[in-house]
């Protein structure tokens, strides 16, 4: 059974350091970020089940974080950790989608708990119906039900047209070359020509990009393709 991944975006690094020590313990998979920006490649980077976000960050605020981060993911749980006890801090970061907030200082067995109802919520909800979407602009791919739709509207995909498009989301905005395409959709023991890429992503550009704006998959010259989502 995997573990539930927690990543912590906390600027004080003694509070972080206890945070994942204690969530660890627990038997919680953890990792920490010190500053917004590296809170934002992190979370591009893993999958992650709850995010621990200060408010106040360096580079980047909690806040503006949040909003990135809810500007494309809706399924990710997030606690607020907030130094103030300001009840603006706390609407905004609610109103961005935040599912939970702590005032610091605070009781361990308190943050504990939160965290546990959080991910209770969470999977609650998932299991009734969200579980493996994943999604980029418009474009919502389910892995379990192998739905793919944009912009509202259901789109007809081959198996081998299917997992080409969830790579392609799983690993969105990296731009990746012919032979990692091949490697992870066709398999390590493909022998045939890496022209196949190529004609599969025609394949899925013609069903879900080119009757759609904008155009989410690009060609990077010389290089191989990328799934952008503008927002």
Do not use: C
């Not at 308190?110 to 965290?115: D, I, S, T, Y």
């Amino acid at each position: 059974m995997e573990k539930t991944r927690i990543l912590i975006v906390e600027d004080e690094e003694k509070i972080a350091r206890v945070l994942e020590l204690e969530l660890t313990y627990e038997g919680y998979e953890v990792v920490k970020a010190f500053d917004g920006m590296e809170g934002l490649q992190k979370y591009r980077e893993g999958h992650w089940d709850l995010l621990l976000l200060d408010i106040m960050l360096p580079g980047i605020s909690g806040i503006e974080l949040l909003r990135r981060i809810r500007s494309d993911d809706q399924q990710i749980a997030v606690i607020m950790l907030t130094a103030k006890d300001s009840v603006e801090d706390k609407v905004s970061g609610l109103d961005l989608g935040a599912n939970d907030y702590i005032t610091k200082p605070f009781q361990i067995e308190e943050l504990l708990a939160r965290v546990r109802a959080v991910l209770r919520t969470h999977a609650s909800a998932t299991d009734d119906g969200e579980a493996g979407w994943i999604q980029a602009a418009d474009l919502r791919l389910n892995e379990q039900t192998h739905e793919v739709i944009r912009d509202g509207q259901s789109i007809e995909l081959t198996p081998k047209e299917f997992n080409l498009l969830a790579y392609l989301m799983k690993n969105k905005r990296q731009v990746l070359n012919r032979e990692q395409i091949l490697d992870a959709v066709w398999g390590y023991d493909y022998y045939g020509d890496t022209n196949v890429v190529d004609v599969y992503i025609r394949y899925i550009r013609n069903k879900m990009d080119k009757e759609y704006d904008p155009a989410l998959i690009r060609t990077v010259r010389g290089v191989g393709y990328v799934l952008k989502d503008p927002r």
